[in-house]
């Protein structure tokens, strides 16, 4: 079983950057691939960005391609998400996530979820 507490987020200007962490306790963190899903206001969840158990490989949304960057480091069972040049539409709640599953954005592949952290861009 795994706890996921996400922390992090807030309130910064278009163009800044933040980033969040995604805290786990439980033995087996590092037998779980990690996503990061964001929910904008009034829309449906979004896959962000996902990666591999050892931490070798990261996968990303077109939106976040080339501005987020997932890492983890399993000695303290802490997953990242640096996000850079932060857009007004960046906007949303952002979730970490914990699946069995090699890779996937699918959300119920997802078994274990965090609260969930505010991030909001002014422009």
């Known amino acids: 079983q795994v706890q996921l507490v996400e922390s992090g987020g807030g309130l910064v200007q278009a163009g800044d950057s933040l980033r969040l962490s995604c805290a786990a306790s439980?033995?087996?963190?590092?037998?779980?691939?990690v996503g990061w899903f964001r929910q904008p206001p009034g829309k449906d969840y979004e896959f962000v960005a996902q990666i591999s158990r050892s931490g070798s490989s990261g996968y990303y949304s077109e939106s976040a391609k080339d501005r987020f960057t997932i890492s983890r480091d399993n000695a303290k069972n802490t997953v990242y998400l640096q996000m850079n040049s932060l857009k007004p539409e960046d906007t949303a709640v952002y979730y970490c996530?914990?699946?069995?599953?090699?890779?996937?954005?699918?959300?119920?592949?997802?078994?274990?979820w965090g609260q969930g952290t505010q991030v909001t861009v002014s422009s």
């Open positions: 996530a914990a699946t069995s599953a090699f890779f996937t954005q699918v959300l119920n592949d997802y078994t274990h």
């Open positions: 439980g033995r087996s963190f590092s037998s779980y691939a």
